[in-house]
């Protein structure tokens, strides 16, 4: 017994001295604003979660309670209860199909952090093995791939998003894809640069030296130590993803019809809400979009600032 | 000295623009595979559902889509290299695409420009102050404020803008690019003269007529600078009016992002050894920062300033749609929908072909700024 408290003891303390030791990590933890970033990102996620399983999962009503039209059943068009005195009724207010918004938006988060981890992942992934791929090979392989990159890169995020719409036509998944193909050019160009810099360490000619196969060099030797450029850059474009894909469904090239993502119910809230006067519609899908965005801003700023050692003096 | 700096200069830019060519190239290829990997078939879009398979098949004739496919890739190429995209099928029946982006793409820019002016007086100030005055209550507020600024996504924000200002508070028109009861008139085509006492008579508007004078320059397609150029006044001012929402609402996301770079790029330039040399020699704190850290910390802000134009142009598509402004943007949404997929392919190269020459612009400006760059 004492001697699993004590080895609980030790590895906390372990943790905390290393925690200590890495100034990536102590410098990041000592930025207020990216923590807050990390509180509002995991408060999102629970809001996801709880929406996910109590909204429209096992322990609630179900997806339909939320996405069919409620007309007959429930009042339409209602402002939130709280503006008329009733806190507990319809906290948001209720739409044109009488559906109360309050589980839409919190649906909308489910929605909005599945699809945003898709692209990211998916992005970061392709990114990442190109980019590895391209410093680790020169010559031919590496300008095919940067130069196919730099055209991706010639383009406006939105507008090549768009173009690629234009070919896969529209839907959710297909603008997770478009969105996917448009950020992997980031990520190869900037894991690109880093694995070039970790490529002429000696441990990895020793590597190779040894006897490894490339495979082995790249995901055990390179790979691991561009991690940290790459964590950024994924944090960072997880807010532009949550923004864009919002924005491909805002344009009506997203989410189908009927679906509580936030972008749909802004568009929705924006061009029949507003200028009745219905600003409910639009005002909540729209805060907790900015929110949450603002959330992954904060936490890949403060990371950044605590990778660069320049800032990091100026912390100090 | 000089004549070395020139000669390295220009062989710098002859080396990015040949870097151009395959750039380029590639987009064209992307440009072309929009309208022969998109599902539907663009005789049918042309002809509508009624029409029979055989008039279907003689306009695929007439199109050349029945030609091997790298013949009509090559001439594609060929036409896309004199910016010819043929007729709109659909929104501009009869257009050129060609004439149709000659005609809205001033718009477009018009706002970008006017959202880059807002973005960076506004922008480097606050960047400046928040690095002299880092971890001050100034420094923390404009950074949060900058991070809130690029995370607010526009078709929110300007909803919410329009709604205060134009609709409770009645400041400012919802949207447009001026008012109803000032005309615009299809003649008003950019890069037109109107000849000497030109004038045009409203039937149904009671109206000032903007067209009444003549120009000695060609129109530019941008209001302001029209209004200006007809002299004016009252059309002037309520086109600016129209335009201060949308470049306000693009020019805080710009401000964030220039701000925050201002910042960052003056923390480390202070930090410079020539500048506690500066200091040493005796010179004032005030001065030395004018002097030797402005220019120096611009830099890098040069950079943020051009890739943000382009950003602000792809970001258009947004804003013209909330601000009902009827530039290339809202042109572009509007085509995807109905598979206008000439005026999609044309517009998509327009974009592609501005964003990589304001890249190239930034390229350069930087390799004079940092001549070590050229190396």
């Known amino acids: ?31 207020r604003l990216a923590l807050t970033g990390l509180g509002i990102i995991l408060l999102m996620v629970l809001i996801a979660v709880y929406a996910r399983l109590f909204i429209a999962g096992p322990f609630g009503p179900g997806l339909e309670s939320i996405i069919s039209s409620q007309l007959g059943s429930a009042p339409d068009k209602i402002a939130p209860g709280w503006t008329r005195g009733e806190p507990l009724t319809y906290f948001f207010g209720t739409d044109g199909q009488a559906r109360d918004i309050y589980p839409r938006v919190l649906y909308g ?79 190869a160009r900037v894991v690109r640069g880093a694995a070039l810099k970790v490529l002429e360490d000696e441990y990895i000619d020793a ?40 924005a491909l469904s805002f344009l009506g090239f997203g989410a189908q019809a009927g679906t509580p993502s936030w972008g749909l119910m802004l568009s929705n809230g924006v061009e029949n809400g507003l200028l009745n ?32 050692p320049r800032m990091r003096e100026a912390v100090d | 000295m000089r004549s070395y700096a020139q000669m390295v200069s220009k062989r710098f830019i002859l080396k990015r623009l040949l870097l151009l060519i395959p750039v380029l190239l590639g987009v064209g290829t992307l440009v072309f595979a929009v309208l022969h990997l998109s599902p539907g078939d663009p005789a049918r879009v042309i002809l509508g559902q009624r029409a029979s398979a055989q008039e279907v098949a003689d306009l695929r004739e007439g199109l050349g889509l029945n030609d091997p496919i790298w013949i009509q890739y090559l001439r594609f190429l060929w036409e896309a290299a004199q910016f010819e995209f043929g007729e709109s099928y659909k929104i501009f029946q009869g257009q050129t695409v060609k004439s149709v982006l000659v005609d809205k793409l001033p718009v477009t820019i018009e706002l970008a420009l006017y959202g880059q002016i807002i973005g960076i007086t506004l922008g480097i100030p606050l960047g400046i102050l928040s690095a002299v005055k ?101 059309a002037f001012i309520s086109a600016g009016q129209h335009l201060l929402l949308p470049s306000a609402v693009i020019g805080i996301y710009s401000m964030a992002l220039i701000s925050r770079m201002m910042r960052s790029s003056m923390l480390e330039v202070v930090r410079q050894d020539y500048m506690r040399t500066a200091r040493a020699k005796g010179q004032g704190a005030k001065i030395t920062i004018m002097k030797h850290g402005l220019r120096n910390a611009f830099i890098p802000v040069v950079t943020v300033i051009g890739i943000q134009f382009g950003t602000l142009l792809g970001g258009a ?20 929908e109905v598979s206008d997929y000439n005026l999609v392919q044309g517009t998509v190269l327009t974009f592609a072909l501005l964003f990589t020459l304001v890249n190239l612009g930034v390229d350069i400006t930087y390799s004079y700024l940092d001549p070590r760059i050229q190396q």
Not at chain 1, 291 to 303: A, C, R, S, W
Not at chain 2, 170 to 195: E, H, V
Not at chain 2, 318 to 333: D, R, S
Request: charged share 10%.
């Open chain 1, 1 to 31: 017994m004492s001697t699993q408290t004590e080895s609980v003891e030790t590895t906390s303390r372990d943790l905390v001295d290393r925690l200590r030791a890495s100034p990536f990590l102590s410098s990041l933890l000592a930025n």
């Open chain 1, 109 to 187: 988060a489910w929605l909005a952090l599945k699809f945003g981890t898709i692209t990211v992942g998916a992005s970061t992934a392709l990114g990442v093995s190109l980019g590895i791929v391209a410093a680790y090979y020169s010559d031919v392989v590496d300008n095919t791939i940067m130069r196919t990159m730099d055209v991706l890169l010639a383009f406006p995020s939105l507008l090549l998003a768009l173009a690629l719409v234009a070919i896969f036509g529209s839907g959710l998944w297909k603008a997770v894809i478009a969105l996917t193909l448009v950020y992997t050019p980031r990520f």
């Open chain 1, 207 to 246: 590597t190779v030296a040894l006897g490894a196969q490339d495979p082995r060099v790249l995901a055990r030797h390179v790979l691991p130590n561009c991690l940290a450029p790459i964590t950024v850059q994924s944090t960072l474009n997880f807010g532009l993803a949550i923004i864009d894909l919002a």
């Open chain 1, 277 to 308: 006067g219905i600003w409910w519609w639009s005002f909540f899908p729209g805060l907790f979009l900015a929110i949450t965005v603002l959330g992954f801003n904060l936490l890949g700023d403060g990371m950044r600032d605590a990778l660069d």
């Open chain 2, 134 to 234: 880092q971890d001050s209550v100034v420094d923390h507020v404009t950074r949060i404020g900058a991070l809130t600024g690029i995370s607010v996504p526009i078709f929110w924000s300007g909803p919410l803008v329009i709604l205060l200002f134009a609709t409770y508070l009645d400041w400012l028109p919802t949207s447009g690019r001026i008012g109803a009861t000032i005309f615009l008139d299809d003649t008003w085509m950019p890069f037109t003269f109107l000849p000497e006492g030109f004038s045009q008579q409203l039937p149904w508007f009671g109206g000032p007529v903007v067209i009444s004078k003549a120009t000695e320059w060609p129109l530019t397609g941008m209001v302001t600078i029209d209004t200006l150029l007809l002299q004016n006044w009252e």
């Open chain 2, 317 to 336: 598509v947004l804003t013209e749609t909330v601000f009902g402004i009827g530039g290339i943007g809202v042109m572009l949404v509007n085509a995807i």
